[in-house]
């Protein structure tokens, strides 16, 4: 019997295809497999090692840093900015972009990473991620690098993935054909091809909110998740680890559709366009699935900041499409709610 692919053998293999593509990108994802590797031994014995908890600081999103947050954070930027191929990389938990070597102006991409996504999660032992974007740089090669290299829409990612933490570790990731996940077999130390060409099942049944947000939400997530408590028959299931990854990797097997929506007091929702819904937006399109905001399509959505937030819907085509006549239907309404001579 042939045994499986490794990760680094469907990289080369993929790079022998393309033989215009530089071996920089295959040296790229090769560090962020191994960093993941790296990141996954201390996730698997945070109990043991006495890193869990809180690590006594607050991060650009004002939130408590987990100290195996800083842990991942630390192990990526180190293997990415020595790996020679990076010029930059956005880091949710760092307030400025690193630049790496001279002013970045060796290195061919620009990383944007959430290196241990749904980190309020350590503690109790329930999945967690990381999530990657790789962009090419807009300076020219031998300048330093600048915002415009950071602040690029998602449909000029050239790859992006995400690992998750889970009850086995996986890595899954895009370079815009098709989707292709791995296990990391741990006896051996290797990710192996486990789930070639990844897509969303036909229809999709699981809707993915956090239910305690629902009161403050806009209208179309409500008379969403209003719609699919109604649907007779159709089995409508609601699951939600609150784990962004896991929820997405769920959904994307058994087909739903994850939705963090703008609330009353945070009309741009919690989640941040750079290191989390373009990236998991650029995997959704390439696995047959959509991913929106409350203006339209995720992967066009031009960035003005590094760490700008978003509204975001993703998964499946079909509640994708159920979620958009939300859009229309809450428009519809609120036009009839105003005064006769302002619609
Ligand atoms: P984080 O990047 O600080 O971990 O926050 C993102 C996480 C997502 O993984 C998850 O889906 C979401 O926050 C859960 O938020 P909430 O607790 O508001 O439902
Ligand atoms: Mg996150």
């Given at each position: 019997m042939s045994k499986a692919k490794t990760f680094g053998e469907f990289i080369m293999d993929g790079q022998a295809a393309f033989?215009?593509?530089?071996?920089q990108l295959t040296r790229l994802l090769t560090d962020i497999g191994v960093a993941s590797k790296i990141v996954n031994h201390q996730v698997n014995r945070a109990g043991l090692a006495?890193?869990?908890?809180?690590?006594?600081s607050i991060n650009i999103q004002d939130e408590a840093q987990q100290k195996l947050d800083v842990y991942a954070d630390s192990t990526f930027n180190r293997i990415l900015a020595s790996?020679?191929?990076?010029a930059g990389i956005g880091s949710e938990e760092q307030e400025s972009p690193i630049i790496c070597?001279?002013?970045?102006?060796?290195?061919?991409y620009i990383v944007l990473i959430?290196?241990?996504?749904?980190?309020?999660n350590v503690d109790v032992n329930v999945s967690i991620g990381t999530i990657f974007s790789i962009h090419r740089r807009?300076?020219?090669?031998?300048e330093p690098i600048s915002d415009v290299d950071f602040l690029q829409?998602?449909?000029?990612?050239i790859a992006s993935g995400y690992i998750l933490y889970g009850s086995s570790t996986m890595l899954v990731y895009t370079t815009g054909s098709g989707v292709n996940g791995f296990t990391l077999d741990p006896a051996v130390g290797e990710f192996f091809?486990?789930?070639?060409?990844m897509e969303f099942p036909e229809r999709g049944r699981i809707y993915s909110i956090n239910d305690a947000l629902l009161g403050k939400c806009s209208l179309p997530s409500r008379l969403f998740v209003d719609g699919c408590r109604q649907t007779?028959?159709?089995?409508f299931r609601a699951r939600y680890i609150g784990s962004l990854v896991a929820d997405f990797h769920r959904n994307l097997i058994q087909g739903g559709i994850y939705l963090y929506p703008s609330l009353a007091?945070?009309?741009?929702?919690?989640?941040?366009l750079l290191y989390e819904c373009a990236p998991l937006a650029f995997i959704a399109e390439q696995a047959g699935g959509m991913a929106i905001d409350d203006e339209g399509r995720v992967m066009d959505r031009i960035p003005t900041e590094l760490h700008e937030r978003s509204p975001y819907y993703v998964g499946n085509r079909n509640l994708i499409h159920a979620f958009l006549a939300c859009q229309l239907a809450a428009k519809n309404r609120s036009m009839d709610t105003l005064p006769k001579r302002e619609k």
């Open positions: 033989p215009f593509v530089s071996g006495g890193i869990l908890g809180e690590a006594g790996g020679g191929s990076v070597g001279d002013e970045g102006r060796k290195g061919k959430d290196p241990l996504d749904g980190s309020s807009v300076t020219p090669m031998g829409p998602g449909v000029n990612q091809l486990s789930h070639p060409a007779r028959g159709a089995r007091k945070k009309p741009l929702g919690k989640l941040r």
